[in-house]
């Protein structure tokens, strides 16, 4: 059996490589976990690379999911929207959705944003009935990217993060505004 040699320079090479993914890796399940503010915003990263972002207030329930990844301190979110089936929308509904002007089709079948996190098949009856809920999918009030340092994650606007407190209702306390992890 012949013995492989690997020349000094793609040893080293290599094992830059190795530690450089081992750090990466170690890095993300540092990261996993449940994290909060003061202003009803939830994420959990889970350790699969998935994650979930929550915003409740009042009675306002707003959510969305997706995959995150890290490189070097920032973690970057891909929101993955959730649909629901709706069957038989009358034309007239459908065509007015579309700007289009009412035909004499038969009723359609049409994809909406998931008020839960599981697709489902409504009948158009079953999701009129569905508009008064207050629950509801939303990836625009979520981040694309947050900045991880010390078991916080800071919002990043205009390329620079944010670390201030804010004020807060009745302007006597500032809050903060970044995430914090909850301990386990």
């Known amino acids: 059996m012949a013995m492989v040699r690997i020349k000094p320079l793609k040893r080293i090479i290599l094992v830059s490589f190795y530690i450089c993914i081992h750090l990466n890796l170690s890095a993300q399940k540092h990261l996993v976990g449940h994290y909060y503010n003061a202003f009803g915003t939830e994420i959990f990263l889970n350790s699969d690379s998935t994650f979930k972002f929550t915003y409740r207030i009042c009675f306002e329930y707003t959510w969305s999911k997706g995959e995150w990844a890290m490189k070097n301190d920032t973690i970057y979110f891909h929101t993955n929207p959730i649909f629901d089936t709706i069957s038989n929308i009358p034309p007239a509904i459908f065509d ?89």
């Open 96 to 184: 007015k959705t579309n700007n289009t002007p009412p035909s004499k089709a038969l009723a359609v079948d049409g994809l909406f944003l998931s008020i839960n996190e599981a697709p489902e098949k409504f009948t158009w009856e079953q999701f009129k009935g569905m508009s008064l809920s207050t629950a509801r999918q939303d990836s625009s009030l979520f981040p694309s990217k947050l900045y991880s340092k010390r078991q916080k994650l800071y919002m990043i606007r205009n390329g620079k993060i944010v670390s201030k407190k804010i004020q807060g209702p009745g302007g006597k306390k500032n809050w903060p505004t970044w995430f914090i992890k909850r301990k386990a």
